[in-house]
């Protein structure tokens, strides 16, 4: 089993900033790639941002692509989401996720991860 804890959300200012973190524990060498989600109120979850653990390139949706910055910290199982020039678009509850290698892959959507934390919530004021 893979626990996984989001925090650094808030609120800010359209332009602002803001990072997330995501501490991973547990049976950690089981997870193969890591993600951020985000959910706005009456919309599905999207995927925000990937990365291979151990690291590699990432992948960012097209919408924060430029603006999200996805990094991890294997020596602390961290991962980081530094979120600049934020819209009011960005506003959604944050979660971040984590794909276990015996979980088919089926695209950069929910059903491909297996562990997810409680998410951060995230409100860019206009």
């Known amino acids: 089993q893979v626990q996984l804890v989001e925090s650094g959300g808030g609120s800010v200012q359209a332009g602002g900033s803001l990072t997330l973190s995501c501490a991973a524990s547990?049976?950690?060498?089981?997870?193969?790639?890591m993600a951020w989600f985000r959910q706005a109120p009456g919309k599905e979850r999207e995927g925000v941002a990937n990365m291979m653990t151990g690291g590699g390139s990432a992948y960012y949706a097209e919408s924060v692509r430029g603006r999200f910055t996805i990094s991890q910290d294997n020596a602390k199982n961290t991962l980081s989401l530094q979120m600049n020039s934020l819209k009011p678009d960005d506003t959604a509850m944050y979660y971040c996720?984590?794909?276990?290698?015996?979980?088919?892959?089926?695209?950069?959507?929910?059903?491909?991860?297996?562990?997810w934390g409680q998410g951060t919530q995230v409100t860019v004021s206009s």
């Open positions: 547990g049976y950690t060498s089981t997870i193969y790639l």
């Open positions: 996720a984590a794909a276990n290698r015996g979980v088919k892959w089926s695209g950069f959507m929910p059903s491909s991860f297996t562990y």
